[in-house]
């Protein structure tokens, strides 16, 4: 591992390629940020020597680079340096000369960016650089902004594109290298990012696919399911309440949730292989989203599972993500299934009108109690924990419409 203060210009024109490592959540950088970016930067110019402008980590192999630390930042320079670009167009000989230049010494490498962002992300980057026309849709994104926001402060600053490059010229980072090692980049992230709980399904999704490739394709589908909902926190609830199941019913906080994922996949590694962990993820992962939707084809199930929707049941969905599994192995048929969500909802109405003393519901225990009914026909369920309802309390409670 070495790390020494490299200037922008050096990084851009030694490397071939510099590819996102894939765990940030994308550019969020907007205009505001841009503006003010580029304020801070011309007033850092007025004093004498480098621009010095943070930390980046990245994993070296011969002349291409992953990110795996200041992605953004490299972004924003790119963004400025095509703003630069656009600025010197046209205007003269030497100028196009110079645009011609900086294109493909930094930007560029044949005929590809040199910087390799996200998928969702490259191509509107693509045109950016090779001045391409854009959609109104791709215009509403973060790397038109910020590169849009760029013209603009120049041209009311008025500042040259030679003064602009000077400056650019001097803005330096302390870079980290490491060659590929026995520690994962996405591992390297996290330890850096740790308050960042944007990432944490990307690096999730990338601790999958490096498990097992065979059964990348299974995440990546179940993935792609959750993205047509308006919430973009629903496939982290997902995990969250999915290791909620695995580690008793004990909460997980979102921004540990790959660090606990990968406890979780190693423990169970012991039993199981990882294709199989992996297929029983995705399906819970379904399971998750037929509660979201109310999607059963049942009317008084889907009646029931709408109510809970309606009524804020969600610290009910890991516990009937289990009922769920015992439903489709065909330990439990779809009677049961409804009387426990009867008995689910009882509980949601009394805890919301009429609190008996207080009384919570602990689902994990519950679950417990469940499945030893299941087995032990005689076995008189019950949740002992004080001031938890007994299920025979929740049978109690009147009924209600749905």
Not at 94 to 108: C, G, H, Q, Y
Not at 172 to 183: H, L
Not at 193 to 201: A, L, T, Y
């Amino acid at each position: 591992m070495d790390s020494s203060v490299t200037s922008i210009s050096e990084l851009l024109t030694n490397a071939e390629n510099l590819v996102s490592a894939g765990f940030s959540a994308g550019y969020n950088f907007d205009e505001t940020d841009a503006c003010q970016y580029f304020d801070e930067l011309i007033e850092n110019s007025e004093m004498q020597g480098p621009i010095f402008s943070g930390i980046l980590i990245l994993e070296k192999t011969e002349k291409n680079f992953t990110i795996v630390d200041g992605l953004q930042r490299i972004t924003t320079i790119s963004l400025l340096l095509c703003a630069l670009c656009e600025i010197y167009k046209g205007t003269s000989k030497n100028n196009e000369e110079a645009k011609n230049k900086i294109r493909r010494t930094f930007l560029v490498n044949k005929v590809e960016p040199k910087l390799k962002l996200n998928l969702n992300e490259q191509e509107l980057y693509k045109k950016i650089i090779f001045c391409r026309p854009l959609s109104e849709e791709e215009k509403s994104n973060n790397l038109y902004k910020t590169y849009h926001e760029f013209l603009k402060k120049i041209k009311e600053r008025k500042i040259t594109g030679t003064q602009l490059f000077k400056i650019i010229l001097r803005i330096k980072f302390m870079t980290v290298i490491t060659d590929k090692s026995d520690i994962p980049a996405r591992d390297l992230y996290q330890a850096i990012n740790v308050s960042k709980d944007k990432s944490q399904i990307n690096l999730i999704s990338d601790f999958i696919v490096q498990k097992n490739a065979k059964t990348s394709s299974l995440w990546k589908k179940t993935v792609a399911s959750y993205n047509d909902f308006k919430n973009k926190e629903l496939l982290k609830n997902f995990i969250r309440d999915f290791l909620i199941i695995q580690n008793d019913g004990k909460l997980s906080d979102k921004n540990s949730l790959y660090n606990n994922f990968k406890s979780y996949f190693i423990k169970i590694s012991a039993y199981q292989d990882s294709a199989t962990i992996i297929e029983n993820l995705c399906k819970h992962a379904q399971y998750y989203l037929k509660i979201i939707k109310s999607d059963f084809e049942n009317k008084e199930i889907k009646n029931h599972i709408n109510f809970l929707n309606k009524n804020k049941g969600q610290d009910a969905y890991p516990y009937l993500m289990e009922v769920l599994d015992d439903l489709e192995n065909g330990h439990i048929d779809l009677e049961i299934f409804s009387n426990i969500l009867m008995m689910i909802n009882s509980l949601v109405v009394q805890r919301r009108q009429a609190p008996i003393a207080g009384g919570t519901v602990d689902f994990a225990t519950l679950s417990k109690e469940i499945n030893k009914m299941l087995i032990l026909k005689d076995y008189s369920p019950k949740i002992t924990d004080e001031n938890k309802l007994t299920i025979r309390e929740i049978n109690q409670i009147s009924t209600f419409g749905v």
